[in-house]
């Protein structure tokens, strides 16, 4: 269970890039969410599947944010049958945190 107010950062991540991690970094500093989820993208209904494997995809953003405690990567969308919704997702994270 989450104490507070938690942020969802989602995208597809393919690759996960500068501007992405900027976004984040600076709105982490502005808000005061914790934590930051941040999810990549399974497969969205409007995109084909990414070019970069799910778990490529993972350890890039892994190593974009390093261990700073205010972001949780989770694997909701990366786990069971697709296409995911967003609203479906947001379900999910509320059932698990």
Known sequence: ???GR???FGGTFDPFHEGHRQLLLKTADRFQ?????VV???RPPHKGRPVI???DRVVLIQQALGPDNR???SDAELTGPG????IDTLRLLKAQY
């Open 1 to 3: 269970m989450l104490k």
């Open 6 to 8: 938690a942020a969802v």
């Open 33 to 37: 969410f914790k934590p930051y989820i």
């Open 40 to 42: 990549p993208s399974g």
């Open 53 to 55: 494997s799910d778990s």
């Open 71 to 73: 972001f949780l990567i």
């Open 83 to 86: 296409p995911h919704y967003a």
